[in-house]
């Protein structure tokens, strides 16, 4: 429509250009008659219409009239000819759309997770910072402890504010009922520094952080399910964790931080870790804090990381005991920490779609080379006629965009589903990935990509076109389907282009495939099957020491009872979960200077847990009630902790003690009792850690989780389960219920998502490649009917006629296959991050997906070959 309207406006403007042109000219030739000079009489008549406003300006226009006119009338012509043509038209925007459509919906989802600025006021100034160990192998970051995180506030000049946050979870209790929260507790100025004011009530204040002030901040979600949107819950008293604490605002419908899933149901100040004996705002060393800052102006993240340096230094200084030298600050744009696990899947994705785009686009361009081939006549007699070449690229190319942004339009619908799809059915977390939207930008993507295809890979056929001689198009076109040896060669070329980028995605998806199976079967050290875990929201403002360990102790018996148990016990962590502590120790007979103390992954284990999870024993026992309330302090260890600090002694009876108090047992020297086989705590791909155990009643942490062991099915004991801690206790919420074998499937999910993606693009890239081979050898068929058909006159056996058609298209496989071999060599490397105990140029991935290559080729190259060899001669010659 704008286009036609450009073409009326340029013929408007054209006509009145001509009319005041004429009227000028013979004003002025009237005066000059009448004896005025020419300079004088064009002077006059430029006076006498210089008062037509911008009719000389307008008038320049008109140079656009003849273009758009032909431009419009080519548009009409190429819609006709697709709508004669709708078979050969709608293959090809179904191929244009499965392109354009995975580029689109990957472009959606960059732009989302990467590319849009965080939703906060000018995101550009908002950094994560932490501190940076330099003395483990590479540099390690870590969180901050409250009293660091206080002075880095209070001292720095880089900064106009910084915030602490820490995630964790609260039990909201209801009228009979309980609920598990995901909550954060932040410093008075966190939402200040991110910029966001609530939508109700106010925001927290300085106030806030001192002992007792317990308030809290909604999320909208929260306070419209739990609360029903009531305005009156702004400042009213609510119970969490046997606790009361005062609503002070709510925030608005789209905050979210931290950004990803789930979301936090609320945000409390950080009053409830200043409280108590020994709070944990005053324990210098205990690094649980995450900090996000926002920059002053004129401000960059190198000049604030070299401020805090000079802060962390002067830490270490006054604060040997905790403070490390090799302790130093780390300042990383908030975005760029954000995304910084999931940006290699995003590059791995965005170049996978990047090739298939290619393949779409050469599939494309072969088959406008075949068809304007096949028009070579037509061409040809428009030649004759007085058509220039210009006309005839711009009538090709105009054909070619035509096809390019309809597959482009269709290609649209296909990627706002697999957006939707993508969304909801992710097996990774990737923040910000549920608000990947086709918006305005994506429409300029789209619109961008069409237009740009159209015009590069329809250049090649409208050039190739028309530079078809007019003799010979008019020749050949009369006798059979017209194509030289030229045509030939680029279609060729276009296959083996194919069959690389094919071979390429084959191999990518071939190395991230034998990856992935290699991490299925690791062993993680315990046995997961028919293994379920749970935690229950227990609050430590109720019960004491010996009371919650009493607690649990009666839970798990109950759950014991439960028929299709097998084994049941607690601790904390659980591997592969996100959970756990760093906690430094000293070894008998190894002094060491304060601050210098060894620090290791610590466990909180109650009796049968190790039996429970199956992880073998390999020296001493194990926690038994002998390693109660009342019992000598005990400790085990695994073999990796035995192999570093006891390589050439029995650790039986070696004595350690933990930097770790809790008022009931203050830093106990414990006798190691026991050591156990390593397990995969961080994940499947993570080499086993030290780690030490605890008996959980000389060290009662808050919620460990419950691992059962059953003979049932696992959803029918996680019902049963829910039910007993129920009747158990009403007041305690279940939560965070899973088996074992899901933990170490959403350990692998990353891995796997990667090896299913680039799967699935390989598998489009081996169907076009196929197809492009195909139709190649499908056309060349067509050409060389009269010279099949004089060969198996003249005697030509059809194993014959088989074997040069098949011979071909291996040919053509091979030649794509060794550049696709040669080219994923090279860039594989790119990928070999992503590699568990697999090389980047494995042989026998690359030898294997050449041979399914090789072997897909040669079934694609069969079908025309079969129709070849049946041909009738006699018929053939006939009609040609």
């Given at each position: 429509?704008?286009?036609k309207?450009?073409?009326?406006?340029?013929?408007?403007?054209s006509?009145?250009?001509?009319?005041i042109?004429?009227?000028?000219?013979e004003?002025?030739?009237?005066?000059?008659?009448?004896?005025?000079?020419?300079?004088?009489?064009?002077?006059?008549?430029r006076?006498?219409?210089?008062?037509?406003?911008?009719?000389?300006?307008?008038?320049?226009?008109?140079?656009?009239?003849p273009?758009?006119?032909?431009?419009?009338?080519?548009?009409?012509?190429?819609?006709?000819?697709?709508?004669?043509?709708p078979?050969?038209?709608?293959?090809?925007?179904?191929?244009?759309?499965?392109?354009?459509?995975?580029?689109?919906?990957v472009?959606?989802?960059?732009?989302?997770?990467?590319?849009?600025?965080?939703?906060?006021?000018?995101?550009?100034?908002?950094?994560?910072?932490?501190q940076?160990?330099?003395?483990?192998?590479?540099?390690?970051a870590?969180?901050?402890?409250?009293?660091?995180?206080?002075?880095?506030r209070?001292?720095?000049?880089?900064?106009?504010?910084?915030?602490?946050?820490?995630?964790?979870?609260?039990?909201?209790?209801?009228?009979?009922?309980?609920?598990?929260?995901?909550?954060?507790?932040?410093?008075?100025?966190?939402?200040?520094?991110l910029?966001?004011?609530?939508?109700l009530?106010r925001d927290?204040?300085p106030?806030?952080?001192?002992?007792?002030?317990?308030?809290?901040?909604?999320?909208?979600?929260?306070?419209?399910?739990?609360?029903?949107?009531?305005?009156?819950?702004?400042?009213?008293?609510?119970?969490?964790d046997?606790?009361?604490?005062?609503?002070?605002g709510?925030?608005?419908?789209?905050?979210?931080?931290p950004?990803?899933r789930?979301?936090?149901?609320l945000?409390?100040?950080?009053?409830?870790?200043?409280?108590?004996?020994?709070?944990?705002?005053?324990?210098?060393?205990?690094?649980?804090?995450?900090?996000?800052g926002?920059?002053?102006?004129?401000?960059?993240?190198?000049?604030?990381?070299?401020?805090?340096?000079?802060?962390?230094?002067?830490?270490?200084?006054?604060?040997?005991d905790?403070?490390?030298?090799y302790?130093?600050?780390?300042?990383?744009?908030?975005?760029e920490?954000?995304?910084?696990?999931?940006?290699?899947?995003?590059?791995?994705?965005?170049?996978?779609v990047?090739?298939?785009?290619?393949?779409?686009?050469?599939?494309v361009?072969?088959?406008?080379?075949?068809?304007?081939?096949?028009?070579?006549?037509?061409?040809?007699?428009?030649?004759?006629?007085?058509?220039?070449?210009?006309?005839?690229?711009?009538?090709?190319?105009?054909?070619s965009?035509?096809?390019?942004?309809?597959?482009?339009?269709?290609?649209?619908a296909?990627?706002?589903?697999l957006?939707?799809?993508?969304?909801?059915?992710?097996?990774?977390?990737?923040?910000?990935?549920?608000?990947a939207?086709?918006?305005?930008?994506v429409l300029?993507?789209v619109?961008?990509?069409?237009?740009?295809?159209?015009?590069?890979f329809?250049?090649?056929?409208a050039?190739?076109?028309?530079h078809?001689?007019?003799?010979?198009?008019?020749?050949?076109?009369s006798?059979?389907?017209?194509?030289?040896?030229?045509?030939?060669?680029?279609?060729?070329?276009l296959?083996?282009?194919?069959?690389?980028?094919g071979?390429?995605?084959?191999?990518?998806?071939?190395?991230?495939?034998?990856?992935?199976?290699?991490?299925?079967?690791v062993?993680?050290?315990?046995?997961?099957?028919?293994?379920i875990?749970?935690?229950?929201?227990v609050?430590?403002?109720?019960?004491?020491?010996?009371?919650?360990f009493?607690?649990?102790?009666?839970?798990?018996?109950?759950?014991?009872?439960?028929?299709?148990v097998?084994?049941?016990?607690?601790?904390?962590p659980?591997?592969?979960?996100?959970?756990?502590?760093?906690?430094?120790?000293?070894?008998e007979g190894?002094?060491?200077?304060?601050?210098?103390?060894?620090?290791?992954?610590?466990?909180?284990?109650?009796?049968?847990?190790?039996?429970t999870?199956r992880?073998p024993?390999?020296?001493?026992?194990?926690f038994?009630?002998?390693?109660g309330?009342?019992?000598?302090?005990?400790?085990?260890?695994?073999q990796?902790?035995?192999?570093?600090?006891?390589?050439?002694?029995?650790?039986i009876?070696?004595?350690?003690?933990?930097?770790?108090?809790?008022?009931?047992f203050?830093?106990?020297?414990?006798?190691?009792?026991?050591?156990?086989?390593?397990?995969?705590?961080?994940?499947l791909?993570?080499?086993?850690?030290?780690?030490?155990?605890?008996?959980?009643?000389?060290?009662?942490?808050t919620?460990?989780?419950?691992v059962v062991?059953?003979?049932?099915?696992?959803?029918?004991?996680?019902?049963?389960?829910?039910?007993a801690?129920?009747?158990?206790?009403?007041?305690?919420?279940?939560?965070?219920?899973?088996?074992?074998?899901?933990?170490?499937?959403?350990s692998?999910a990353?891995?796997?998502f990667?090896?299913?993606?680039?799967?699935?693009?390989?598998?489009?890239?081996l169907v076009?490649?196929?197809?492009?081979?195909?139709?190649?050898?499908?056309?060349?068929?067509?050409?060389?009917?009269?010279?099949?058909?004089?060969?198996?006159?003249?005697g030509?056996?059809?194993?014959?006629?088989?074997g040069?058609?098949?011979?071909r298209?291996l040919?053509?496989?091979?030649?794509?296959?060794?550049?696709?071999?040669?080219?994923?060599?090279?860039?594989?490397?790119?990928i070999?991050?992503?590699?568990?105990h697999?090389?980047?140029?494995?042989p026998?991935?690359?030898?294997?997906?050449a041979?399914?290559?090789?072997?897909?080729?040669?079934?694609?190259?069969?079908?025309?070959?079969?129709?070849?060899?049946y041909?009738d001669?006699t018929?053939?010659?006939?009609?040609?």
């Open positions: 429509m704008w286009l309207q450009l073409w009326m406006r340029g013929r408007m403007y006509d009145l250009a001509e009319e042109q004429q009227h000028l000219y004003k002025r030739e009237a005066l000059i008659a009448g004896g005025m000079s020419p300079e004088e009489a064009a002077r006059l008549t006076r006498e219409f210089g008062n037509v406003t911008g009719i000389e300006e307008r008038s320049r226009e008109a140079w656009m009239y273009f758009v006119e032909s431009l419009w009338a080519d548009l009409k012509y190429a819609i006709r000819q697709l709508r004669k043509n078979v050969y038209a709608f293959s090809t925007m179904l191929i244009l759309a499965s392109g354009i459509g995975a580029t689109t919906a472009f959606t989802l960059i732009n989302a997770v990467l590319l849009r600025p965080l939703p906060f006021a000018e995101p550009n100034r908002l950094t994560w910072i932490s940076q160990d330099h003395s483990l192998p590479g540099v390690a870590e969180s901050l402890s409250y009293p660091d995180y206080f002075d880095w209070a001292q720095n000049h880089t900064f106009s504010g910084l915030a602490s946050y820490v995630g964790g979870g609260i039990t909201l209790q209801t009228s009979g009922d309980s609920r598990r929260l995901d909550s954060q507790t932040v410093s008075s100025n966190f939402f200040d520094v910029g966001t004011a609530p939508m009530g927290f204040g106030n806030d952080e001192k002992p007792g002030n317990r308030v809290v901040m909604f999320s909208y979600s929260l306070w419209q399910s739990q609360f029903g949107s009531a305005r009156d819950v702004i400042g009213s008293s609510i119970n969490m046997r606790r009361n604490y005062t609503v002070v709510v925030m608005p419908k789209e905050f979210q931080f950004l990803g789930p979301a936090p149901a945000w409390k100040s950080l009053a409830d870790d200043a409280d108590g004996k020994e709070p944990e705002t005053q324990q210098r060393g205990f690094d649980v804090l995450g900090v996000i926002r920059l002053r102006r004129g401000v960059t993240a190198e000049q604030a990381q070299a401020d805090l340096n000079l802060i962390a230094r002067n830490l270490a200084r006054e604060y040997p905790t403070n490390k030298q302790y130093s600050a780390l300042v990383k744009p908030e975005l920490h954000m995304t910084g696990d999931v940006r290699p899947a995003m590059r791995l994705l965005c170049g996978a990047i090739l298939v785009l290619l393949l779409v686009c050469a599939n361009a072969g088959l406008l080379l075949a068809r304007g081939s096949s028009r070579t006549g037509e061409f040809a007699l428009r030649t004759a006629i007085g058509a220039g070449r210009a006309a005839i690229i711009r009538q090709v190319l105009v054909e965009v035509t096809l390019f942004v309809c597959g482009g339009a269709a290609g649209l296909l990627a706002f589903a957006v939707r799809a993508a969304s909801k059915f992710m097996p990774i977390e990737i923040p910000r990935v549920e608000t939207t086709v918006d305005t930008s300029v993507f619109l961008i990509v069409s237009l740009f295809t159209g015009l590069v329809g250049a090649f056929p050039w190739r076109v028309s078809s001689a007019l003799e010979r198009g008019l020749r050949e076109g006798r059979t389907v017209p194509g030289g040896t030229g045509q030939q060669r680029l279609h060729s070329g296959v083996i282009a194919q069959t690389a980028i071979m390429i995605l084959l191999i990518g998806s071939g190395l991230l495939m034998r990856s992935f199976i290699q991490i299925l079967n062993d993680p050290g315990f046995d997961p099957k028919y293994l875990t749970g935690r229950v929201g609050s430590f403002n109720t019960l004491k020491h010996d009371q919650h009493l607690f649990y102790q009666r839970l798990l018996t109950r759950i014991s009872a439960l028929p299709g097998q084994a049941v016990s607690a601790g904390w659980l591997p592969m979960s996100d959970s756990g502590a760093t906690i430094s120790f000293n070894i190894r002094p060491v200077a304060k601050g210098d103390q060894p620090s290791e992954s610590m466990g909180v284990v109650m009796p049968g847990y190790f039996e999870m992880i024993l390999i020296a001493g026992r194990t038994s009630e002998r390693d309330l009342a019992g000598p302090p005990t400790i085990m260890i695994n990796a902790f035995a192999r570093k600090y006891f390589p050439r002694q029995n650790p009876v070696q004595r350690i003690q933990p930097g770790l108090g809790d008022g009931v203050d830093h106990p020297v414990r006798e190691v009792v026991g050591v156990i086989g390593d397990i995969k705590r961080k994940g791909t993570a080499e086993p850690e030290p780690q030490y155990y605890l008996p959980y009643a000389q060290a009662v942490v919620n460990p989780y419950l062991r059953t003979s049932i099915s696992p959803a029918v004991m996680q019902r049963a389960m829910a039910v801690i129920h009747e158990f206790d009403k007041s305690v919420p279940f939560y965070e219920v899973s088996t074992m074998e899901q933990y170490l499937s959403n692998a990353q891995p796997r990667q090896a299913f993606l680039l799967t699935c693009f390989a598998g489009i890239g076009l490649a196929a197809i492009a081979l195909y139709g190649l050898l499908s056309y060349m068929v067509v050409q060389r009917t009269r010279e099949i058909g004089l060969r198996m006159a003249l030509a056996q059809r194993s014959d006629v088989l040069m058609i098949v011979r298209g040919l053509l496989a091979l030649i794509g296959t060794g550049a696709g071999l040669a080219v994923s060599a090279t860039i594989t490397s790119f070999s991050g992503m590699l568990y697999v090389q980047a140029t494995d026998l991935t690359f030898a294997t997906t041979a399914l290559l090789l072997v897909v080729s040669v079934a694609a190259s069969s079908i025309p070959a079969y129709r070849a060899a041909l001669p018929q053939t010659l006939r009609e040609q």
